[in-house]
């Protein structure tokens, strides 16, 4: 008995390394097959199999959160039905292991096919606390708990693992996380109307934090808002009547623009309102992630799917072509990718970083959600200085072939809004005016017609 324990102990150790066959399990320990056999049956109760795996190869769960039991995973669809999707296994060495149902998308289970990752797994990467929001609930979460450092940049999996499982029950996107995330009491909406947007704006400025995160350092809330009848996102501009504020109300007033033209010309868009009150700009943004009162979809930024399935690390368009070739997006997306990166150029939009473009899943695709966050960010205010206005628009040679003409036409659409839009501030209109920005593109209509 005390020679068997020894080998529990030696095949312990290989199988906390990770997925191993019986016979690599063999090789590393030098014990026979059957004292090999005979170890894995007393261990079977705590033993994690690779599915779909020939010859069978085992692991053992590590301890993280004080428990190496596994992790509920589950998600809501637009009803607001919730179904398991499976389980999220911890692993030492900080790896994971998605082990899913049948029925589950087995994008979930990554570029390795298998579900193991070397670090926390890409879809609940992107669910961590971001942006504006996600420093404020950092900073909130530090002063109640020792647990979360006070900076988001010093957290860690672990840190990001603890806040899935105590606040999983109401992240971005469909995902549920942790422990009985499948609950049949819900919390109410508690609807909103834009009368007490200033009042919520007062409350984040003072440090009492909305309880959803939301990406970007643009200031921003969620509510839910009755007079739409729907889940929102809102942007909103100081109260101030300063340059700088201005010159965030004119960004504010080119992301609506922005929107409304590519919903226009047939492209994903969020739906948008621009409401100028209270001495500010709020710009609702309806969130596509939620529908009705409780029903949600799946939302994941391009940026933890790049890293996952493809490693260019910028350019939409390139990394769209990439998933098109692996068979993880269709033409359609393909194209309106291609077209949002190209629209980008035209607008003087500067932020088109990974996170500013989102997917959802539907069976073994990732599927394009409404664009976000699309708006002349070149004129944006830097941290120590406001620089004048300066657009700088491609050449005509830049265009690509195949979607020319309704590209131009979409962007000759979108500058003649905002030099109409009494919104703008003199500064912005002066300047589009003497540039003649609208008139330089409707000769490239010309050109190309």
Known sequence: MHELMKSIDLVIKVLEKGFVTQQEIQQVTQLSQATVSRCLKKLRGSLLILPNCSPAKYALPGIVLETNLPF????????????????VHYLFG???????????SKLYLGESK????????????????????????????????????????????????????????DLPGNIKFGDGVVKAIRQPVQPIGTDTYDFMCRQIESGSVPQSSAAGEQQKFTAFNKEVNAHVLVKYTSNQNDAVTRRWKDILVTEYHALKTLADFEIP????????QDNRYYLETKRFDRLGNYGRSSMLSLQVIDLEFIGLGENWKSIAQEMSKKKILGETDHFYVSFLWEFSKWIGNSDTHLGNISFGIK????????????????????????????????????LSKGFDSTLIKAVATFWQRVEKDSRISNE????LKTQKISSKIENYKKFID
């Open 94 to 104: 900080g790896k994971f292991f998605v082990n899913l149902n049948r029925s589950a």
């Open 428 to 431: 912005f209109s002066d300047y």
């Open 363 to 398: 069976g073994g695709l990732f599927s394009l959600l409404p664009i976000y966050d699309m708006c002349t960010m070149s004129i944006a205010p830097s941290i120590n200085s406001l620089k004048p206005i300066n657009v700088l628009l491609p050449n005509l040679s830049c």
């Open 114 to 169: 298998n579900g193991v990752y070397d670090g926390l797994p890409y879809f609940l990467d992107d669910l961590r606390p971001q942006g504006f929001l996600g420093n404020q609930i950092a900073k909130q979460l530090s002063n109640i708990s020792s647990d979360y450092p006070k900076k988001l940049n010093d957290w860690n999996s672990k840190h990001i693992l603890q806040y899935l499982v105590e606040y999983g029950d």
């Open 72 to 87: 509920d995973l589950a998600e809501v669809d637009e009803h607001g039905k919730e179904s398991y999707l499976g389980f």
């Open 269 to 276: 868009a969020a739906e948008v309102r621009l409401i100028d």
